[in-house]
């Protein structure tokens, strides 16, 4: 692997965890020079790294001016919420009828997990958690195409909690509560209780109205 390969790569990783944990906001115009100095490397594998963002619709390049990063479009937020719904809603009414004491157990320790990085005011590594603890029940439906499904949006479910969490409109204690809530409707096989529980959780995070739910 050559040293500029490697160098775009690395630039390539750090810009995008920048997007996804909101580091780098919607609509921030930020320049080759700007990341090529915050890395310590040369602007050509940085501009590599922006011509790969563009491609997969991170950022718009403007010559001469800089690099937009493109902000979440509403269309799209909803989309991705109703995807998640429906995955995650099918997941459980699946996992309900199985013996799922390892589930509950993981649950469980996600929940922990989240009240320890908020209890330390780790929002980056609480988005991160707050993604894992829903793909945690998915996964546990056994349906590898449902959970290859799911994991395809996992970039921009990301993106979204970091949002809500830097926008204030996240509030990682009521998170924690719904989450309880969620975790307490699958132990006791209540899916439909948990389908609903999942609409008020996501519209409520995410400042959306999820129309014909």
């Not at 320049?31 to 790969?52: H, K, Q, W, Y």
């Not at 563009?54 to 902000?71: H, I, N, S």
């Not at 029940?137 to 990301?158: I, K, M």
Request: zero cysteines; charged letters at 25%.
């Amino acid at each position: 692997m050559s040293k500029t390969y490697s160098s775009a790569e690395l630039a390539y990783r750090e810009v995008k965890e920048r997007i996804l944990n909101g580091a780098l906001p919607g609509g921030e115009l930020i320049s080759e020079g700007e990341i090529a100095t915050d890395l310590g490397m040369s602007r050509t594998p940085v501009r590599e790294a922006f011509l790969r963002l563009e491609v997969e619709g991170w950022m718009r390049l403007y010559p001469k001016r800089g690099a937009l990063v493109v902000p979440i479009p509403p269309a799209e937020a909803e989309h991705v919420v109703h995807a998640r719904y429906v995955v995650e809603a099918g997941a459980v009414r699946a996992v309900v009828t199985q013996e799922r004491s390892a589930l509950i157990a993981g649950l469980h320790a996600s929940l922990d997990r989240q009240r320890e990085l908020a209890a330390a005011a780790d929002f980056e590594r609480f988005a991160v958690a707050d993604t894992d603890f829903h793909r945690t029940y998915v996964v546990a439906a056994g349906n590898p195409l449902l959970t290859g499904f799911y994991d395809s949006l996992r970039e921009r479910q990301r993106r979204m909690n970091s949002a809500a969490l830097h926008r204030g409109s996240a509030d990682t204690a009521r998170i924690i509560e719904q989450h309880t809530r969620l975790a307490h409707l699958i132990e006791t096989g209540d899916a439909a209780g948990f389908a609903t529980a999942l609409v008020d959780h996501m519209s409520g995070v995410h400042q959306l109205e999820m129309r014909g739910l």
